[in-house]
């Protein structure tokens, strides 16, 4: 019976991180370019807006995680 050798962990892992790392290189370069060509333009929101719009997410969560979370210690 032939059994294939697998490669040490060692240099699963280093291929995973090379990949990883190509990506995140690749992912950058795709950014600045973008950057470079058309920059960002974000819209001018008051931060009390940016306040209600957090306590109303926090709220909302709260309303509908709530019940089931009791449901679960009874």
Do not use: C
Not at 44 to 58: A, E, M, P
Request: no cysteine; net charge positive.
């Amino acid at each position: 019976m032939l059994v294939k050798s697998r490669p040490p962990v060692s240099s699963l892992l280093l291929g995973v991180g090379r990949r990883s790392l190509d990506n995140f290189r690749d992912t950058m370069q795709i950014a600045k370019s973008r950057l470079a060509t058309r920059p960002a333009r974000y819209p001018n929101v008051l931060w009390s807006v940016w306040v209600l719009v957090w306590v109303l997410l926090t709220a909302a969560a709260f309303v509908r995680l709530d019940t089931p979370a009791g449901m679960l210690h009874g």
